[in-house]
């Protein structure tokens, strides 16, 4: 997948409003694969919404999302299962990890379904992140921060073409924020791929393309 186009997208719910201000909703925009996009909106305006939309988990809009042209509406199920598989990865501000799975666990699940990443490679990462003590800890013992860190590591362990991440960093330091923009950087490098990243306020520090304002 070389791009995402968002013709004239808008919120179902935002529909009866007057006047909307946003460089994304009602507008024309294209995503391409290879550039880096920073999202910025207050909380409240559809951030995760839209990140849902272009998902495919929710079709509550107006306007039309096309894949290299191709209107997202039109996708089979087999269709989402490929592109999630291969082309798009997310990373939700919810996380959706399982909560009764250990970290390594939540991270196989996913690598079990794509093969993308060896066990070897996965184990650096959780050294990286400074989690490797929490290997083999249940998520619900670990603190947000730790459990973003764990699904960074599940939305890379995928190829892909975009990759998008809600609000990745709202509770980690730094120094951690740093070490996820690297990794993230070096990951999409190697795959030509686009990164989208929301954020009402705190943001990965990367070389941004293009930043807009919901």
């Known amino acids: 997948m070389n791009s995402i186009e968002l013709q004239q997208i808008l919120p179902v719910v935002f529909a009866g409003r007057d006047s909307i201000q946003s460089d994304v909703w009602h507008q024309g925009l294209t995503l391409k694969r290879g550039e880096v996009y920073l999202v910025e909106a207050a909380s409240g305006t559809g951030k995760s919404s839209l990140c849902s939309y272009i998902y495919g988990y929710r079709d509550d ?22 592109i999630r598989k291969r082309s798009v990865s997310m990373l939700f501000q919810e996380l959706r990890l399982f909560t ?31 989690i490797a003590d929490k290997w083999d800890t249940p998520i619900a013992k670990m603190s947000f921060g730790q459990q973003q860190r764990v699904a960074l590591i599940r939305a890379l362990c995928q190829p892909f073409d975009f ?6 960093i709202s509770h980690l330091d730094a120094e951690n924020g740093w070490i996820m923009s690297q990794v993230l950087t070096e990951e999409a490098g190697k795959q030509g791929a686009g990164i989208v990243v929301t954020s009402i306020g705190k943001h990965l520090e990367l070389d941004y393309t293009k930043i807009w304002r919901l």
């Open 100 to 130: 009764e799975l250990t970290a390594w666990e939540n991270v196989q699940l996913k690598n079990s379904l794509t093969g993308f990443k060896s066990r070897k490679e996965i184990r650096l990462w959780f050294e990286r992140f400074g």
């Open 61 to 82: 809009y107006q306007g039309i999302i096309c894949f290299d042209g191709k209107n997202i509406r039109h996708l089979s199920v087999d269709n989402w299962v490929d």
């Open 163 to 168: 990759i998008f991440l809600d609000e990745p």
